[in-house]
């Protein structure tokens, strides 16, 4: 049955036939809400290939019902809507966990459950309580990534109030989703206070866990007993479930497709070859062997030609009958591999192959997408980057969602990885760049994933052509059309601005947020209320680049601008506003702990952490995240007043909450975890706790590299931080060796960074070099700690050479390190060095005293101890004096900080006048003993 209506754009159509609903809108499809049969009935001839798929679930579902039944829970809560992120990697199982999911619903009374299917970039004016006609309905959106603005339309109009006694639960699925960057991040709307962030219950998203050893073993058996029974074959001999907890094994085949793929490899060779394969190898080898292979009997003539137009299909999304037709024309007639004579029958061959999966498509993908990811990057696509061209002028959108997922498969690899994704996707950005339309680059920029390493030059290059092209529309639009567009080079400019910032582009970075950040203002100027929250967003944005770049004043003055903003906005609007202020406040204690002020950003940093614990308070799945990520930034803060013990007990905290979130979603905050843990290790070194710190750091180790191996591109560099880290831990307790080797395992990852962006890893391999050199040093190796330090300094005079404000206070130090190795070699130019350290030392205090006093102490104390070693004492002492000069007023105003340190150069400065001979500086001492004895009785009684 279907019905039909006459009217303006906010006229709704819903087309309904069973339970099938299409909703309409002016006259165009929106959105899809389709019921599936679950599981879908095999092909009369199934084939291996099938068995892979997630709707045929010809493999019994191993595993995760704690899972369903969490989420079975979920579904019957109270909460009228309810949305949940579940992600995980290509063939973790997402589908199949979701089908299982749909077929327990659909067989609850009073619901139903749909899959969702955009068929626009915009599904405003949708509102779904009305659609569906069900009292409870689960909404499940695959590859939901690929879809972010028509899903936030969808999620925003869950606001409506929802129908007495009605329930909605939506579940997303994704390969990677984060709250702070990304398609999950644009759903939200902070302008209008519609955060749909509020009805996702966790906040987080869930990652599938991977099987157990025994579950690896039993989806492996059964894949293998299925398919030769498919294959009329004997079932072969199988290694025994031991063999599946072995470490190498593990690691390989994590996830139950690629333990899938190699129960059908096992039938073309054996177990334990099939076994020694990693995801991808399998993956190559079912795409030729099974489905090329099998594809190519399919045929007589054209056989290539045949290939051709599967892996177009694949690559594109999908095709209609009317759509079939008209590619195999054109590729025909492109590719030169000769003409069909009989066009349908020849795609209906195919079609047998490949059914449309998704509504309304007639001639399907391969599946599952690494097979036929692999198929694409094997010699099937005729003509490469002109066929992914002719795809992407069809359908840019899927194409290039697709592109980037054969990407995030194949070319992230940390061997033998594959360039042609990365190639096919500048081709696009190029085209993008050449089309006057903004659609390629667009799609190009929501489809990008911002988190990774490799990704992140050509997400400039696609935000730097979009605000070119809306600069060029702004400047040539009336004064109406101005405003429309006006937001929109604002958005871009901020996204920009990050994304130079994440490759080292900081002057560059600055430039940008400083434009977003005046075109916010004169939007705020035309529409306060409407363009605050955009603004105060840009000014938080401003903060950090400025501090990049080494303005600090100039950084804290705009966090406090944004804060203001915040603290505006939130008394209007509390409940809306509150996070947001939170957030700007956890800003500005960093911008205010980098200009020395440790009160107020402590201050501040409390305030941030009251803020969210109210906020936790009324939603704890919502805000348990931020609160811990807020009490790590307090500890830190503490730490610096030298607040060691309320330290450690609010980093614990932080540790404690990250360790419960983990242990609800461990992937998801996996990460959180182990930053968290980093920071509790340097607290524990502070108060003494070494082998707890080096237990800590050990662990937040490990994490890293379990990260690491899922997803190397992007968290290698946190687990290069975490080993530099270690390495200090390992030396504290004597553990020297130990810390030489991860030391040295820290430096060559941050020399693998460096190489592939220069600009971004420079500096954190300056940074490993500096702490290599005092490993080397401690174990005897003068002349490589000596080698090591000096490449350490070079880099970071490049690096002054281009932005002497940020890289100073870096070179600074590295040249004290220098001049230590130098005088323990004997070198005379450790006096110059530690000079030169001073000298840059002094500059810096000039500016910021209360950031870098101690620094300047510090390195003080180097060249005086220099100046005695080279037969200079008197000059050695009046350095040394210098350095009590400037220390002592330091103390009363932050004595947990200052009052060890200075006792520590009285005492040096005493003794190496004792050994020179030499009487110290009576008034000096009188007004040491002044200051530090009310503080040294104290602690004495």
Same mark, same amino acid.
Request: no cysteine; proline share 4%.
């Given at each position: 049955m279907s019905q039909g209506a006459q009217g303006d754009f906010n006229t709704q159509i819903s087309v309904i036939g069973s339970s099938y609903v299409t909703v309409t809108i002016n006259g165009q499809d929106v959105i899809d809400l389709e019921p599936r049969a679950f599981p879908q009935p095999l092909p009369e001839n199934p084939t291996e290939i099938d068995l892979l798929k997630a709707a045929y679930a010809q493999i019994p579902f191993v595993g995760r019902e704690d899972l369903v039944r969490d989420f079975l829970e979920w579904c019957g809560s109270a909460a009228s809507v309810s949305c949940r992120t579940v992600v995980g990697r290509g063939g973790a199982g997402k589908t199949r966990f979701a089908y299982e999911l749909y077929s327990r619903v659909t067989n609850l009374p009073d619901w139903k459950a749909f899959f969702l299917h955009f068929w626009k970039d915009s599904a405003r004016g949708v509102n779904l309580w009305k659609e569906v006609e069900s009292k409870n309905a689960l909404l499940i959106a695959d590859y939901a990534s690929d879809a972010p603005a028509p899903l936030a339309d969808l999620l925003r109009s869950l606001n409506h109030p929802a129908p007495k006694g009605h329930r909605i639960r939506v579940l997303l699925l994704a390969r990677t989703a984060n709250w702070d960057q990304g398609w999950l991040a644009s759903l939200r709307s902070e302008r209008t206070a519609?955060?749909?962030?509020?009805?996702?219950?966790?906040?987080?998203p869930i990652d599938l866990q991977p099987p157990n050893p025994q579950q690896r073993h039993d989806i492996f058996r059964k894949t293998v007993e299925k398919a030769a029974e498919v294959q009329r074959k004997p079932v072969p001999a199988l290694p025994p479930p031991e063999k599946f907890a072995q470490p190498d094994v593990a690691e390989r085949l994590s996830d139950p497709l690629t333990l899938m793929m190699a129960a059908l490899i096992t039938l073309e060779s054996d177990a334990y070859s099939a076994l020694s394969l990693n995801r991808t190898e399998l993956a190559y080898k079912v795409a030729d062997r099974l489905v090329a292979g099998r594809m190519t009997g399919t045929v007589r003539d054209h056989k290539k030609l045949f290939l051709h137009v599967a892996a177009y299909a694949t690559l594109i999304g999908g095709l209609s009958q009317d759509d079939a037709l008209s590619v195999l024309e054109q590729e025909s007639n492109e590719t030169h591999l000769g003409e069909a004579q009989d066009p349908l029958p020849f795609l209906q061959k195919l079609q047998a192959w490949l059914p449309g999966e998704k509504s309304k498509s007639w001639l399907g993908t391969i599946q599952p997408d690494i097979v036929g990811e692999a198929f694409l990057l094997g010699p099937y696509l005729q003509g490469g980057e002109q066929a992914i061209l002719r795809a992407a002028a069809r359908s840019s959108a899927s194409t290039t969602n697709t592109l980037v997922r054969i990407a995030q498969d194949f070319s992230l690899l940390p061997e033998n990885s594959r360039l042609e994704p990365l190639q096919w996707l500048t081709k696009l950005a190029e085209r993008g760049e050449a089309d006057t339309g903004l659609g390629t680059l667009v799609?190009?920029?929501?489809?990008?994933?911002q988190s990774s390493v490799v990704l992140r030059q050509l997400n400039v290059r696609i935000f730097s052509a979009l605000s070119a092209r809306f600069r060029l529309l702004h400047e040539a639009?009336?004064?109406?059309?101005?405003?429309?567009?006006?937001?929109? /080079? &604002?958005?871009? +400019? $901020? @996204?920009? #601005?990050?994304?130079? %910032?994440?490759?080292? *582009?900081? !002057?560059? =970075?600055?430039?940008?947020?400083?434009?977003?950040?005046?075109?916010?203002?004169?939007?705020?100027?035309?529409?306060r209320d409407a363009f605050l929250p955009d603004l105060a967003t840009s000014l938080d944005n401003l903060a950090v680049m400025r501090s990049e770049v080494g303005q600090r004043e100039a950084a804290l003055a705009t966090a406090q601008e944004a804060v203001g903003l915040r603290r505006e906005l939130a008394g209007r609007n509390r409940d809306a506003f509150l996070p947001h202020l939170a957030s700007s406040l956890s800003n500005l204690a960093n911008r205010q702990s980098r200009m020395g002020q440790r009160e107020a950003a402590l201050a501040t940093a409390q305030e941030a952490v009251e803020l969210r614990r109210e906020l936790a308070g009324r939603n704890?799945?919502?805000?348990?995240?931020? /609160? &811990?990520?807020? +009490? $790590? @930034?307090? #500890?830190?803060?503490? %730490?610096?007043?030298? *607040?060691? !013990?309320? =330290?450690?007990?609010?980093?614990?905290e932080a540790v404690e909450l990250r360790r419960e979130l983990a242990g609800r979603n461990r992937d998801a905050?996996?990460?959180?975890?182990?930053?968290?843990?980093?920071n509790l290790a340097n607290i524990q070194g502070e108060v003494g706790q070494r082998e707890a710190a080096l237990a800590t750091a050990q662990e937040a180790v490990e994490l890293r590299r379990?990260?690491?191996?899922?997803?190397?591109?992007?968290?290698?560099?946190?687990?290069?931080?975490?080993?530099?880290?270690?390495a200090g831990m390992q030396s504290e307790v004597g553990q020297r060796e130990a810390a030489l080797a991860t030391a040295e395992e820290a430096m060559e990852l941050r020399r693998g960074l460096a190489a592939r962006n220069r600009d971004a890893f420079l500096p954190d391999l300056a940074m490993s070099l500096n702490n290599l050199s005092n490993m080397q040093s401690e174990v005897g190796q003068r002349e490589a700690a000596l080698a090591t330090a000096q490449e350490g300094v070079e880099?970071?005079?490049?690096?002054?050479?281009?932005?002497?404000?940020?890289?100073?206070?870096?070179?600074?130090?590295?040249?004290?390190?220098?001049?230590?190795?130098?005088?323990?070699?004997?070198?005379?130019?450790?006096?110059?060095?530690?000079?030169?350290?001073?000298?840059?030392?002094?500059?810096?205090?000039?500016?910021?005293?209360?950031?870098?006093?101690?620094?300047f102490a510090t390195s003080c104390w180097t060249l005086a101890n220099i100046l005695c070693d080279v037969g200079k004492p008197a000059e050695g002492q009046s350095t040394y004096a210098q350095a009590i000069r400037e220390v002592l007023p330091e103390v009363n105003k932050l004595p947990a900080v200052y009052v060890g340190f200075a006792v520590t150069l009285l005492r040096n400065y005493l003794e190496k006048a004792k050994a020179a001979g030499l009487e110290p500086d009576a008034a000096l001492l009188t007004e040491a003993m002044q200051t530090l004895e009310p503080y040294l009785q104290k602690e004495q009684e």
């Open positions: 519609e955060d749909v962030d509020r009805i996702f219950h966790p906040l987080g799609e190009l920029a929501n489809a990008l994933p639009a009336d004064e109406a059309l101005k405003q429309d567009v006006l937001p929109l /080079l &604002a958005l871009s +400019l $901020n @996204n920009l #601005a990050n994304g130079q %910032s994440g490759v080292g *582009q900081r !002057e560059a =970075a600055l430039a940008t947020a400083q434009e977003a950040v005046e075109l916010r203002r004169e939007l705020a100027g035309w529409n704890r799945d919502a805000f348990l995240p931020h /609160l &811990a990520g807020s +009490l $790590n @930034n307090l #500890a830190n803060r503490q %730490s610096e007043m030298g *607040q060691r !013990e309320a =330290a450690l007990a609010t980093a614990q905050f996996l990460p959180d975890l182990a930053m968290s843990l980093n379990e990260l690491a191996v899922r997803n190397r591109d992007a968290f290698l560099p946190n687990l290069a931080m975490s080993l530099n880290n270690l880099l970071l005079r490049e690096l002054v050479g281009r932005n002497r404000d940020a890289f100073l206070p870096d070179l600074a130090s590295a040249l004290n390190n220098l001049a230590n190795r130098q005088s323990a070699v004997g070198q005379r130019e450790a006096l110059a060095t530690a000079q030169e350290a001073v000298e840059e030392y002094r500059e810096l205090m000039k500016r910021h005293r209360d950031a870098f006093v101690q620094n």
